[in-house]
């Protein structure tokens, strides 16, 4: 017997939208507005009470936008889509509120009618101005089909199972678990389902086994997925397991005010502890956290500070082991105003300046609508501050006007209006007429004109507004003119330049509006020499660098080249180059010949001033070949190669220089003591003080003071003995027979004795020349005494003649004789 057939699956239905009758909504929206209290202000600004908000909604029903306005009647509203305006038809239509109706919201199923889905403005109008709305995202609502559905799964008793389905719709599908086509038990602790599409089901039990099915619902739609079956088999061996993350948490991009869901399943013998924290060590706090199940982690009402990276750790139960993942929540926040756009009343002619401050994440684009039109810098408007500051300057009866900043990220957008009222004070004058500028030469321009045609009475000056016609307004400077003066001479202004002139007429209760600009250009010149440095590239080639000169582009002009060998008359050229060209080189040129080159600016205007240069390429060509060019690459190598052959010089060249240091102070030691040893042997023996002889004492050099106590008679001493102590010098009036006679000298005594230094000590009737030498110095004599007449007459050495070579005898004394 077959069977019985299983009753169809029970199904959640669709939730649904709390709508109204559509008698009873259509009687709200047609109901006009209420009427404004006694203490509104309407003589300011045109304002948005209800401005429409994103919605989704369902093909075929009626959608209703949002919009009430604020303002002196009368206003008028409209209404804008994707940024076109609506037309009254009867597919759309403006209640008396200033809402819009759609009846029956269309969507373009590729038929050709049009779609209803769009960016929708309400746009407000009255006689101060126009404001229009925040854009509201209009999306039909949708439902796809399953890209993930639930897995089987076979698990043991005390396990985690884990379900997963996903699938889009707008708006976000609500999705619910069947077990056996009936649904699950949400009251039971051990089944957990998170909003986005995932079943855990903790602490398995036999029980749990079955076939499980993912249902999406929304105002669209209604999906069923695919079954999963769950096999719980007997209980685990018991043996331990190390902890383990099944699934760890995703990235999330959320907006403020949502609810995200950080999931984290972990599992292990014995049961693993699930904690979170924060990457950047910052607390997670309580208010708003809850964890769900065995370790999801839920905050509620999500801010931008949420935003960061969590981690998820599971650790075992009384160790340090632990096993971690981690996942980044990204918290998007609509633009908000910090500060608002204030209405201001400015008198005709100053400046007025709107301020607005936003914030949002990512941070808002702001742009600035004068009645409706985006508003950009140009001409006496200004946006400073990443567009956060308007300023408008000399303001006149056309910048009266409603002004909006607008905000907008991709979390949404919002916006803030302001008025500007432009105040005239009674009696002003017109603005001055007929305002006339004329070019008088390159550098100067006249300005005339004539005075206003109304109150002109208490004009007490002009004042002349001047600037390039291609900078922006806050380069514009002003000069001064008196009342009696219809004219001015504006100098110092640049040659070919366009520039822009308009004159206001000054009373003690303020300015006149400004007169209509008018557009002139100087006069060109011809251009000023340019600068020009040359370098010599080899032997043969020159290069000429110099600054470029666009701006000769546009006037027609360029560079001139001239170049010749100084011995010739005539030059090269001229060489035509652009302004824009900065250098330019001269090869083949005569590696002998010394060049003149010559540079020029020309324009419409004429040839400007020649910058002249004077080059030599024979030093060039004579230093090449000296120095020949290298091989850079051969060069790099071989120094590469040879960097430990100069360490090895340096320790050579070091370990040198020290033996050169140690054999100059032994060799000068050694010679020292050579030379004593020679001047003991050549001195004659010296006895005891009392019994020397007095002429010896004088020849080995006693003090100048002995040698005065000494008495003429002492001092005398017999030729013989000089000759027996001197057998080589000749005796005193005999000059040696021999020509050029030399002293006989020791072989060794002149190379020792090369510093040796001689000084004359002269002695009545006698002169003594002794040896001082570095090491080895005599006592300091005393005055030298006047040589005699005998002593110039002799043909002995004597005071200021040369000293004879140095020997042996000279080494130790002479003694010149009358």
Same mark, same amino acid.
């Given at each position: 017997m077959a069977a019985p057939r299983a009753a169809p699956p029970r199904r959640p239905p669709a939730p649904r939208r709390p709508w109204l009758p559509l008698p009873l909504l259509l009687l709200l929206l047609l109901l006009p507005p209420p009427a404004p209290s006694a203490g509104l202000d309407h003589s300011a600004e045109l304002a948005f009470a209800v401005e429409p908000s994103d919605d989704v909604a369902v093909p075929g029903q009626p959608v209703v936008l949002g919009c009430r306005v604020d303002g002196t009647p009368p206003v008028r509203i409209t209404w804008r889509k994707n940024g076109v305006e609506l037309s009254e038809s009867a597919h759309t239509t403006v209640l008396a509120n200033g809402s819009l109706m759609i009846p029956h919201f269309l969507l373009d199923r590729g038929g050709g009618s049009p779609s209803d889905e769009g960016d929708y403005e309400c746009v407000a109008q009255n006689r101060f101005g126009l404001v229009v709305s925040r854009k509201a995202r209009i999306q039909a609502a949708t439902m796809s089909d399953f890209h993930v559905h639930p897995q089987a799964i076979a698990g043991e008793e005390g396990g985690v199972a884990r379900f997963q389905c996903q699938i889009h719709g707008l708006p976000k599908p609500l999705i619910m678990w069947e077990k056996n086509r009936v649904p699950i038990d949400t009251d039971n602790e051990r089944y957990t389902l998170l909003p986005k599409g995932v079943l855990q089901i903790t602490?398995?039990?036999?029980?749990?086994?079955?076939?499980?099915?993912?249902?999406?619902?929304?105002?669209?739609?209604?999906?069923?997925?695919?079954?999963?079956?769950?096999?719980?088999?007997?209980?685990?061996?018991?043996?331990?397991k190390e902890p383990m993350i099944l699934v760890g948490p995703e990235n999330l991009t959320l907006t403020v005010h949502q609810t995200?869901?950080?999931?984290?399943?972990?599992?292990?013998?014995?049961?693993? $502890?699930?904690?979170?924290?924060r990457l950047d060590g910052r607390p997670i706090g309580v208010e708003g956290i809850q964890v769900l199940g065995t370790g999801n982690l839920i905050i509620s009402d999500v801010t931008v500070q949420h935003s960061g990276v969590y981690v998820c750790a599971a650790n075992r139960p009384g160790t340090r082991v632990r096993r971690t993942a981690q996942g980044r929540l990204?918290?998007?926040?609509?633009? =908000?105003?910090?500060?608002?756009?204030?209405?201001?009343?400015?008198?005709?002619?100053?400046?007025?300046?709107f301020t607005c401050q936003v914030q949002g994440e990512p941070p808002p684009h702001v742009t600035w609508l004068k009645n409706g039109q985006v508003l950009g810098?140009?001409?006496?408007?200004?946006?400073?501050?990443?567009?956060?500051?308007?300023?408008?300057?000399? $303001?006149?009866?056309?910048d009266e006007a409603i002004y909006q900043c607008v905000a907008e990220?991709?979390?949404?957008?919002?916006?803030?209006?302001?008025?500007?009222?432009?105040?005239w004070a009674e009696g002003l004058p017109g603005p001055p007429i007929n305002v006339r500028a004329v070019s008088v030469s390159s550098t100067e321009v006249r300005v005339s004109w004539n005075e206003p045609l109304v109150n002109t009475e208490e004009i007490i000056g002009y004042v002349l507004h001047i600037r390039k016609a291609a900078d922006p307004p806050e380069l514009e400077y002003q000069e001064a003119v008196s009342k009696s003066t219809f004219q001015h001479l504006v100098s110092d202004l640049e040659p070919s330049t366009a520039y822009s002139f308009y004159i206001k007429a000054y009373t003690p209760r303020g300015a006149s509006s400004?007169?209509?600009?008018?557009?002139?250009?100087?006069?060109? =010149?011809?251009?000023?020499?340019?600068?020009?440095s040359v370098r010599v590239l080899g032997g043969s080639t020159l290069q000429l660098l110099w600054e470029p000169w666009p701006r000769l582009a546009q006037h027609e002009g360029g560079f001139k080249l001239f170049y010749r060998p100084a011995s010739k008359a005539s030059f090269t050229g001229p060489i035509l180059l652009p302004g824009t060209v900065s250098s330019y080189n001269l090869s083949q040129l005569d590696p002998t010949a010394v060049y003149e080159v010559k540079l020029l600016a020309y324009n419409q205007h004429g040839d400007g001033n020649a910058t002249v240069r004077f080059v030599s390429l024979r030093g060039a060509s004579e230093r090449t070949a000296l120095s020949p060019p290298c091989d850079c690459r051969k060069e790099e190598a071989t120094n590469q190669m040879s960097t430990t052959g100069i360490v090895i010089g340096i320790h050579i060249g070091v370990t040198c220089i020290i033996f050169c240091v140690l054999f100059l102070l032994f060799g000068q030691r050694g010679r020292v003591l050579l030379c004593k040893d020679v001047e003991n042997q050549l001195s004659p023996p010296q006895g005891p003080r009392?019994?020397?002889?007095?002429?010896?004492?004088?020849?080995?050099?006693?003090?100048?003071?002995?040698?005065?106590?000494?008495?003429?008679? =002492?001092?005398?001493?017999?030729?013989?003995?000089?000759?027996?102590?001197?057998?080589?010098?000749?005796?005193?009036?005999q000059p040696d027979p021999r020509p050029n006679p030399r002293p006989m000298q020791d072989p060794v005594a002149p190379a020792l004795c090369e510093e040796t230094q001689l000084s004359t000590l002269p002695l009545q009737g006698f002169s003594l020349q002794e040896e001082r030498t570095s090491e080895a110095k005599a006592p300091r004599a005393g005055p030298e005494a006047a040589p005699s007449p005998q002593d110039k007459g002799s043909g002995l050495l004597s005071e200021g003649q040369a000293a004879p070579p140095c020997s042996a005898p000279a080494a130790q004394s002479a003694l010149l004789g009358q």
């Open positions: 602490g398995l039990r036999a029980e749990d086994s079955g076939v499980f099915h993912c249902v999406a619902s929304n105002i669209a739609s209604v999906r069923v997925s695919h079954g999963a079956r769950l096999t719980v088999s007997g209980s685990g061996s018991g043996a331990y995200a869901v950080l999931e984290c399943v972990a599992t292990g013998n014995p049961r693993p $502890i699930v904690s979170w924290s990204v918290v998007q926040a609509p633009a =908000e105003f910090v500060q608002h756009p204030q209405s201001i009343s400015r008198p005709a002619g100053t400046t007025a300046m810098p140009g001409g006496h408007v200004r946006l400073k501050n990443n567009n956060s500051t308007l300023t408008i300057s000399g $303001i006149g009866p056309e990220n991709s979390a949404g957008s919002s916006q803030a209006s302001a008025r500007l009222t432009v105040l400004a007169s209509p600009p008018t557009l002139v250009s100087t006069l060109g =010149e011809a251009p000023a020499p340019p600068p020009l009392g019994q020397r002889d007095p002429g010896v004492l004088a020849l080995n050099g006693a003090r100048l003071g002995d040698r005065g106590h000494l008495s003429r008679d =002492e001092k005398r001493v017999d030729m013989k003995e000089l000759e027996q102590l001197f057998p080589s010098g000749g005796a005193a009036g």
